[in-house]
């Protein structure tokens, strides 16, 4: 039974160490410190069956010292580290230590624990070789942060590419909307051939919609452009433009009087492109879109204001609901989606000191809603330090 704290005693210089159950202090402390120790200790003998198994080795497989000694060492390495490992343990038979090395080791759920690894021999009384020991150590959790860490360092770099070729886009595409615009005014008076530029100028629009996600991914967007506006005024238009191109049944619903909010108009606008798209691809040809601008309900005259887009579609289970704004993550089909609208939507939104809410049923219809603080209220909580 190993000794406890309260058993140890520390021998004067010079005098026989005590001893416990024939035991020597120092063997006791030495012992306690193996089984303390959060690294897994591993003794294997020379015919490469464990011997020992500490405490950490049980918490970094998984694996009681029951379960493991006894068996091969090598059966809980992975079969393409075999070779190396059996390397390793056969110069620490031969009396050399190895130098620290990274490896993996099987857990008993079958998954693999990363590991930096150091391997000695262990030498008996006589100072011949007894065994190897292997003292390892579970660096999981740290790979698995370098591995967030170099995914965030590609994504900034993809996100910061994707801004300059949206910006190049971005002014291409200001050139062409330019004369499109210019050719519609100058048929102002043939209706059929002005029309034929309508879809036309949407189009573009919306190319520019989607540069503008790809530059508000890696920009911080809530700089200069925003202002007090009224989201009814803004969201109606928006909506008006929807209401041509958008093959469902739209309905919009505001009340008669302003809602202030200090918002970018564009952004806005573009929230609301984003929200109705997605209603559309959600609906079949009979489905049903609402736009809504409305109070949140209180009896609070600052109370914030909605934007809401609600529809009767198949809506989102929720496994799906986890990952809806995550970028890149999209349920459409491949060249049908680039997974950046609703993650550049969030992000709007928040940089506008806004919530994002989202209400689905499979089979129901989704609602996401778009909570931003009055104008009065938005702009007093700005100023607060």
Not at 123 to 145: F, K, N, W, Y
Not at 194 to 211: E, M, N, T, Y
Not at 249 to 257: I, K, S
Request: with cysteine; aromatic share 4%.
């Amino acid at each position: 039974m190993p000794a406890t704290p309260s058993e140890l005693t520390v021998a004067a210089p010079g005098a026989a160490e005590p001893t416990a159950a024939g035991v020597p202090a120092t063997e006791r402390r030495l012992a306690m410190l193996v089984e303390l120790s959060s690294d897994g200790i591993v003794g294997v003998a020379h015919d490469g069956v464990i011997t020992d198994w500490s405490r950490g080795a049980e918490t970094i497989l998984g694996r009681p010292a029951a379960e493991a000694v006894g068996k091969l060492w090598l059966d809980f390495v992975p079969p393409e580290e075999r070779a190396h490992e059996d390397e390793v343990l056969t110069q620490a038979f031969d009396g050399v230590a190895s130098p620290v090395h990274e490896s993996r080791r099987v857990r008993a759920d079958g998954t693999f624990a990363d590991v930096i690894v150091a391997t000695f021999p262990y030498r008996g009384e006589r100072g011949d070789v007894a065994g190897a020991t292997q003292v390892i150590r579970d660096v999981s959790s740290l790979r698995s942060l370098e591995e967030q860490l170099r995914r965030a360092q590609r994504l900034s770099a993809q996100g910061m590419l994707a801004a300059m070729t949206a910006h190049d886009v971005t002014n291409s595409l200001g050139v062409a909307l330019g004369h499109a615009t210019l050719c519609r005014e100058l048929h102002a008076d043939d209706a059929a051939l002005r029309a034929q530029f309508d879809p036309i100028i949407h189009a573009i629009k919306l190319a520019g919609s989607i540069c503008n996600q790809f530059r508000n991914l890696a920009t911080d967007a809530s700089a200069a452009g925003c202002d007090e506006i009224d989201l009814v005024e803004t969201a109606r238009a928006g909506f008006q433009m929807l209401e041509r191109v958008v093959e469902r049944e739209l309905v919009f619903e505001a009340p008669a009087q302003r809602l202030p909010v200090i918002a970018d108009p564009t952004l806005i606008e573009q929230i609301l492109v984003n929200l109705v798209l997605n209603a559309r691809d959600a609906t079949g040809p009979q489905g049903r879109i609402a736009v809504r601008v409305r109070s949140q309900p209180s009896d609070d005259a600052a109370a914030p204001v909605i934007l809401e887009v609600e529809d009767n579609g198949v809506g989102i289970p929720p496994e799906i609901q986890r990952n809806l704004f995550k970028a890149f993550f999209t349920t459409k089909r491949r060249g049908r989606g680039t997974g950046l609208g609703l993650a550049s939507v969030l992000k709007l939104v928040k940089e506008m000191g806004g919530e994002l809410e989202l209400d689905s049923v499979p089979g129901r219809g989704t609602a996401m809603r778009i909570v931003l603080p009055r104008a009065g209220d938005a702009l007093s909580h700005s100023n607060q330090p």
